[in-house]
């Protein structure tokens, strides 16, 4: 069974910086791309970043690029979020995903079933 859990979420100031990880198991995530989205309250659920199964291609959303970097250490299962420069606009539950299907590109949407999901973690930025 596919599991994903995440954390580091929290409440920080604009300008400010949070990481997020996420924690995988149930099967051998090297061969699996991963990705984060993100929901706000009153909107449906967005992409945010991607990361290819080798780890070598990055995906990013206009909104995060430049201030966002997502990561993967494959040894231990996790893929991260380095969140720089926060906005209050970023405020949202954040979501891991992985693809269902082994080495494929990561679905850029949320389709209702190309994805495992985790369980979300809140990040909210004041102003």
């Known amino acids: 069974q596919v599991q994903l859990v995440e954390s580091g979420g929290g409440l920080v100031q604009a300008g400010g910086s949070l990481r997020l990880s996420c924690a995988a198991s149930?099967?051998?995530?090297?061969?699996?791309?991963m990705g984060w989205f993100r929901q706000a309250p009153g909107k449906v659920r967005e992409f945010v970043a991607a990361i290819s199964w080798s780890g070598g291609i990055t995906y990013y959303a206009d909104s995060v690029k430049g201030r966002f970097t997502i990561s993967r250490d494959t040894a231990k299962n996790t893929v991260y979020l380095q969140m720089n420069s926060l906005k209050p606009e970023d405020t949202a539950v954040y979501y891991c995903?992985?693809?269902?299907?082994?080495?494929?590109?990561?679905?850029?949407?949320?389709?209702?079933?190309?994805?495992?999901w985790g369980q979300g973690t809140q990040v909210t930025v004041s102003k």
């Open positions: 995903a992985t693809e269902k299907r082994a080495r494929q590109r990561f679905t850029r949407r949320d389709d209702g079933g190309s994805h495992y």
């Open positions: 149930g099967r051998t995530f090297s061969s699996y791309a």
